[in-house]
């Protein structure tokens, strides 16, 4: 089993609209989680941190469920900018070291 | 704002050629990875150097691969003898250290690498 995975998507919406997407992730130990939005052919950079409660960034919400092991991801109102793949991030913190091991990410493309 | 960069930018090298790719983390971070990304697949994992020594690595960072700090500002991957399938984008990061497991890693623009 893949250490995280992801919906590869294409998620393909018209602008305005709510998309949803979730990630599984294997390692029960993980300690955190993010959303990284990477655009074509740049560098990863971070969406939000996910707490185990739930919270929102303007119009994304992130929530982590640890029982059943998933993030999900919501965008509520849907710009055209938000076209980009959305890259699940899950951090495995041991002995002090912090590696992070990526979903393959999920695509959405915002139309007009 | 503080950034990791990386250079250069793209680096063209003939199969069994030594390349090193450079990356200055930002000054005050004490973690830092390199992670590579193959055109159309997933970001993977390479290695992580922390208290000027790897601290862990990954099944791909094998003999061929070496991390170096050189100097204050300085962290560098080498590849001693370029295969074609190590074409990548190679993707830098640093990370503070400090803030607990929710603080994020910061990534550089990356180094295209084709083996030709």
């Known amino acids: 089993r893949k250490e995280v995975e992801q919906d590869p998507g294409p998620f393909n919406v018209p602008e305005g609209a709510t998309v949803a997407f979730n990630c599984t992730y294997s390692?029960?130990?993980?300690?955190?989680f993010f959303w990284y939005r990477q655009d074509c052919r740049k560098e990863p950079k971070l969406l939000m941190s996910?707490?185990?409660s739930g919270n929102e960034d303007g119009r994304f919400t992130a929530q982590l469920n640890r029982a059943s092991q998933y993030i999900s991801l919501l965008i509520r109102d849907s710009k055209l900018s938000d076209s980009a793949t959305y890259l699940c991030?899950?951090?495995?913190?041991?002995?002090?070291?912090?590696?992070?091991?990526f979903g393959a990410g999920t695509t959405v493309t915002v139309r007009a | 704002e503080p950034e990791v960069t990386q250079t250069p930018s793209h680096q063209v090298t003939q199969m069994g050629q030594e390349v090193i790719l450079r990356c200055v983390p930002i000054?005050?971070?004490?973690?830092f990875y390199w992670y590579r990304q193959i055109l159309g697949q997933k970001v993977e994992f390479l290695v992580s150097?922390?208290?000027?020594?790897?601290?862990?690595k990954s099944e791909i960072f094998d003999d061929q691969f070496s991390v170096e700090r050189p100097d204050g500002s300085n962290f560098t991957l080498k590849i001693r003898s370029t295969k074609l399938e190590d074409s990548a984008m190679y993707f830098c990061?640093?990370?503070?250290?400090?803030?607990?497991?929710?603080?994020?890693?910061?990534f550089g623009q990356g180094t295209r690498l084709t083996v030709v």
């Open positions: 990061a640093s990370s503070p250290g400090t803030g607990g497991v929710n603080t994020e890693a910061f």
């Open positions: 390692n029960s130990a993980s300690q955190s």
């Open positions: 996910v707490y185990s």
């Open positions: 991030v899950v951090n495995n913190y041991f002995s002090n070291d912090y590696k992070l091991s």
């Open positions: 000054s005050n971070h004490l973690y």
């Open positions: 150097f922390y208290n000027n020594e790897i601290s862990e």
